[in-house]
């Protein structure tokens, strides 16, 4: 099965760059200290780490946050390659980030030692959808899809009772464009073997696309707080920085929607 990197949870992770500290941190906090963005995907053969300034709120101006270049950035002692400005990328070549492995990060930034360490977790097995084809009436097609009962369960084998993060990738077509409101759809992380999505989550004909992310309490501790209402206290897993280094995994589903002229 082909895996599609491009659809992977991002969390937008300036909503948390100013404020006072979290328990997590155990350390001063300060805006020169860098914001870290990176998540490593099990059975791929690259990783790559981005690496911003914060944002400044000031009385009378607004510091954007810029890409930080001409750093050393290392994984394991394998430097990264700067890619592009701000972005660090390793090659693995033949071999791949398999379940179990560590990472541990590291540079240095403004005197500081940046550092972090992520193991990957196993993989997502036995993923299943029922059903895997739907019949959308033109009376559910698009607005009015109360009437229809129809459940699509997604399932998968969970011994270790992780978190997951279900996304539904839809089709955007030509004649149907989705404008964004049905295209892409993130569902809260959470603990369990099963999730249960609606004809609603299926709104257009062609092939939806369900991905399962099994993902590390980081990512659930950060996703949860930029969630909620508090955004002015940041949890801190990056030695000296802010962000996200974190490694998931997941596999996908596809489902069939088809039209009926009915």
Known sequence: MRKNTNCLPFIFLSAF???????L????????????????????????????????YLKDE?????PITGLDVKVNNETLGETSSGV?????????????????????????????????????????VEPEY??????????????????????WDDSDNSYYQVYIESPNTSDMPSFGIYGQRMMQPFRGNTHHATIRDFRLAGAHWIYVYRVNKDY??????????????PVGFIQNAFGIY?????????????????
């Open 134 to 155: 739907l019949t959308l009436s033109s009376s559910s097609y698009f607005w009015d899809s109360s009437s229809d009962t129809t459940e699509v369960i997604i399932s």
């Open 220 to 233: 659930v501790e950060l996703y949860e707080r930029i969630s909620s209402s508090d955004l002015a206290n």
């Open 88 to 128: 660090y990328q390793l090659e693995l070549g033949t071999d791949t980030l398999r379940e179990g492995q560590t990472y541990h990060l590291q540079f240095e930034y403004n005197g500081k030692s940046i550092e972090a360490s992520t193991t990957v977790p196993m993989p997502v097995r036995h993923l299943r």
């Open 25 to 56: 941190m155990d350390y001063e906090i300060n805006t020169q200290m860098p914001v870290v963005e990176s998540y490593l995907l099990e059975n791929t053969n690259s990783l790559t780490v981005k690496v911003y300034s914060m944002e400044e």
């Open 246 to 262: 974190t490694s998931m995994s997941f596999a996908r589903v596809r489902v069939w929607v088809s039209e009926s002229s009915e």
């Open 62 to 66: 607004y510091k954007q946050s810029k």
């Open 17 to 23: 760059l100013s404020g006072c500290s979290e328990p």
